[in-house]
């Protein structure tokens, strides 16, 4: 214009990308989607409340954290459309000596063709990679992974599945990236074999050694008088 301010324009559209991760830990509840991105238009991966009428059977009933967890709609989502990524925002993990990975996850129900996959992937800028395959948990599942292939990288954190047509719909919850605890909790906790004089007691762990407490049903953990071993896994008591 002649007072030397140029016409107005617009309005226009656009997105500033999200700032890189820097501060630990970094955790996700999945109570909304900011900065993580599904890749595809059909927006596979959703938010629910454990329940998600609508979206097939069955579900978890409920989340791990918060009020809602992320899950993959299998139920409305089509095979023909291949496979369908979550992607977190980046993270740079040079503040962490020993970077680690946690959520919980839960895959109820059963799929007809095997097609009921979720990979868990990271790309560190030269495309994703494969760090784990989830089993098919029935029940919400801690899991825990190690990051450290990445220490003092920038990456992205991505969970990756396909449809089986909607027998079960994969959720996650509870998510943080923090140092590794220099004792890290054990999974896959299971007891068989038992008897009236002793049990199997059998847990996965890259540890080499324990504590294990023995407690009558109902009683808090630490409670005076418990029987307290130290052994590897397996231990047959």
């Not at 007072?3 to 107005?8: I, K, L, P, V, Y």
């Not at 009020?67 to 990524?85: D, H, M």
Request: charged letters at 10%.
């Amino acid at each position: 214009g002649a007072n030397g301010t140029s016409a107005w324009a617009g309005p226009f559209t656009f997105t500033t990308p999200c700032d890189v991760v820097t501060v630990f830990p970094y955790a996700q509840g999945f109570e909304d989607l900011s900065c993580w991105t599904n890749d595809n238009a059909s927006a596979a991966w959703q938010l629910g409340d454990g329940t998600n009428p609508g979206f097939g059977t069955p579900n978890p009933g409920s989340v791990t954290e918060g009020a809602s967890a992320v899950f993959f709609n299998s139920y409305n989502y089509s095979s023909t459309l291949g496979e369908s990524t979550l992607m977190s925002p980046s993270i740079d993990l040079s503040a962490l000596t020993v970077p680690n990975l946690t959520f919980d996850y839960v895959d109820a129900g059963t799929d007809s063709g095997g097609t009921d996959v979720v990979e868990v992937v990271v790309d560190n800028g030269t495309g994703a990679v494969v760090v784990a395959t989830m089993a098919k948990p029935q029940t919400w599942t801690p899991v825990i992974l190690d990051l450290s292939a990445y220490a003092n990288e920038t990456i992205k954190i991505g969970f990756r599945a396909s449809s089986d047509y909607g027998y079960s719909n994969p959720h996650i919850d509870n998510l943080k990236v923090a140092e590794a605890p220099s004792c890290v909790t054990p999974t896959d906790l299971s007891v068989s074999g038992i008897t009236s004089t002793g049990a199997i007691i059998n847990w996965v762990s890259d540890g080499t050694q324990f504590m294990i407490e023995i407690q009558p049903a109902g009683s808090p953990q630490g409670t005076e008088g418990c029987l307290l071993y130290t052994s590897p896994s397996p231990r047959d008591s």
